[in-house]
């Protein structure tokens, strides 16, 4: 009697196992980081700005209300560089404010800023070349890392 209550024991101890290895758990999509660094800020005053956007229409962003996600840089000789980490594939646009006087706005004069600013992808900016979420984006299929170029324009 107990050969065969053994034997049950076994033999239900092996179907739950080939029940249960049927059943595969979901996968969990792939994270990847973006790192980002600027460099040829014109002095160590303040800390960099660095805004992370998703979405079409997020940029340009005068009043970092629309960002994904924000990190802020310590400026050591004239560079800065921050990691977003845990970014699901897809485009992801820069946005970065050189904040000379920690506000985390961007200071302004008559028409232009009076602290440096950047885009992912833009060496420039004008009136026929403003920042959009299109052209600054990024896709991010794997580990990046993208350098920014900082604009001044006093």
């Known amino acids: 009697m107990s050969n065969l209550f053994l ?13 249960f290895s049927s059943f595969v758990p979901p996968t969990v999509e792939e994270a990847f980081s973006l790192e980002v660094k600027v460099s040829g ?5 303040g800390q960099v700005v ?3 956007y998703n979405k079409q229409d997020a ?9 994904f996600r924000k ?12 990691v977003f ?6 485009d992801y646009a820069v946005s970065i404010l050189h904040d000379e006087n920690r506000d985390e706005k961007i200071k302004k004069g008559f028409f232009l800023p009076k602290e440096g600013i950047g885009f992912s ?12 979420f299109d052209k600054a ?13 900082i604009l001044y324009f006093n």
């Open 7 to 19: 034997s049950i024991k076994i033999i239900a101890g092996i179907l739950c196992l080939w029940i």
């Open 41 to 45: 800020l014109r002095n160590s005053h």
């Open 50 to 52: 660095f805004a992370l």
């Open 59 to 67: 940029i340009p962003d005068k009043e970092f209300n629309s960002y």
């Open 71 to 82: 990190e802020l840089g310590e400026i050591y000789n004239g560079t800065s560089a921050v």
């Open 85 to 90: 980490d845990n970014l699901i594939p897809g």
């Open 121 to 132: 992808n833009f060496k420039s900016i004008s009136p026929t070349n403003k920042p959009s």
């Open 137 to 149: 984006s990024i896709n991010i299929k794997g580990d990046t890392s993208v350098r920014v170029s």
